[in-house]
Nanobody, 113 residues
Framework: VQLQASGRLGAAWGSPRLSCAVS????????MGWYRQAPGKQRELVAV???????TYGDSVKGRLTISRDNAKNTAYLQMNSLKPEDTAVYYC?????????WGQGTLVTVSS
């Protein structure tokens, strides 16, 4: 199983959007989404999709960040609107495939005040 994390960052794109694509030998994606870790803080949940289609968001991002997915592409997206300086962190894609957890490389998102 391989994760390909990428992002549309920078002023030219408007609001940032992160992507996470899963490939390889996949029977079932149990959960897929993002966590983040700010300097000096513990890693925390941002948003995840569960296999049944439901979503869970961290309290600090509700209403501002939106997770979506393309099942045909095994890809999840994180649309990041109304960002605040406290959203500055390294964002990690996390996927649980066949009950095994995989982490993507982190993407640094910096929000200036």
């Amino acid at each position: 199983v391989q994760l390909q994390a990428s992002g549309r960052l920078g002023a030219a794109w408007g609001s940032p959007r992160l992507s996470c694509a899963v490939s390889g030998s996949i029977f079932s994606i149990n959960r897929m989404g993002w966590y983040r870790q700010a300097p000096g803080k513990q890693r925390e949940l941002v948003a995840v999709f569960w296999s049944g289609g439901s979503t869970t968001y961290g309290d600090s991002v509700k209403g501002r960040l939106t997770i979506s997915r393309d099942n045909a592409k095994n890809t999840a997206y994180l649309q990041m609107n109304s960002l605040k300086p406290e959203d500055t962190a390294v964002y990690y894609c996390n996927v649980i495939v066949d009950y095994t957890s995989y982490w993507g490389q982190g993407t640094l998102v910096t929000v200036s005040s």
